[in-house]
């Protein structure tokens, strides 16, 4: 398919055409991600915790978000791939999140990166955009202030929230970010917000008034063991663990009754030669 550019992200808003975003994090889902003609691939740094097994992300590294980023740039062909920058990788200042930006794009491969935010991250994504580096923003829950905020919590769910909110997606727009994310979000606050705005926003728990949607992929394909916590806006499209966790059962019980490997697995040698070699 004809790769997706901001141009054709820009062709969809205007259209009204829902903007389709997933999370990925290597190359076979990342593959997956692009062959199913996702709009935009994030390497989220979500990673930390459902890849890399982190209790949150602030663990994360600028250089392991730029490995993952690589392995998910070589398998999007079609998808335009965004990078997430990683906590303490751009709040110093606007020259250390261009840096950082600079690194993401030369190294790791993505067409742009996205950084968590409202208005106080304006002047940071105007440095990184003055550069010619696409900027997705990420407003309502910034996951890496979980600190500050007090946990994963709703945002905008009083009128001087939701104002903050409007405030700060107005900022972001005004900075040059493309697009962005807003997410935890009442679905009448994010809607109204989406329709002040020129630009396009990607819901993730804020209803279906935004322009698009994203979820985090090993969330929403269900892999993940029984009884993990979900928040409340993911919705399970499949049963991954499901289908891995009989796979690998199947295997060690044909392993140990040594059904596997059968002779179609196994490379064959002329009779004549092993009878020399066996004597
Ligand atoms: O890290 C991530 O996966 C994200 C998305 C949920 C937007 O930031
Ligand atoms: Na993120």
């Not at 398919?1 to 829902?18: D, F, G, M």
């Amino acid at each position: 398919r004809k790769p997706v550019t901001i141009n054709t992200i820009q062709s969809l808003y205007r259209k009204k055409e829902p903007i389709t975003m997933i999370t990925a994090h290597d190359f076979p889902s990342a593959h997956v991600a692009d062959h199913a003609g996702m709009d935009i691939v994030l390497v989220g740094d979500s990673l930390a915790m459902v890849a890399l097994g982190m209790d949150d992300t602030s663990e994360v590294r600028l250089d392991e978000m730029i490995l993952h980023c690589r392995s998910v740039a070589r398998a999007t062909t079609g998808a335009f791939t965004v990078g997430d920058m990683p906590m303490g990788s751009y709040e110093i200042s606007p020259e250390q999140a261009l840096e950082s930006a600079i690194r993401i794009i030369k190294e790791g491969r993505v067409k742009a990166v996205k950084l968590e935010g409202g208005k106080e991250v304006a002047p940071t994504i105007a440095k990184i955009t003055s550069a010619g580096i696409p900027v997705l923003a990420h407003v309502g829950l910034t996951p890496q202030r979980q600190n500050a905020l007090g946990g994963f919590r709703v945002q905008g769910k009083n009128v001087a929230s939701a104002l903050k909110l409007l405030e700060d997606a107005k900022a972001v727009q005004e900075a040059g970010a493309f697009a962005m994310v807003v997410e935890a979000v009442p679905a009448e606050v994010a809607a109204l917000v989406t329709q002040q705005l020129k630009v396009p926003t990607i819901g993730i728990g804020a209803g279906n008034g935004c322009s698009g949607q994203v979820l985090v992929q090993i969330d929403m394909l269900g892999n993940f063991p029984p009884g993990r916590f979900l928040p409340k806006f993911v919705k399970k499209y499949g049963n991954v663990w499901g289908e891995s966790m009989k796979a690998i059962q199947a295997y060690k019980a044909e392993v140990k009754s040594r059904e596997y490997p059968a002779p179609e697995h196994t490379y064959p040698m002329p009779k004549e030669e092993y009878e020399e070699f066996a004597r």
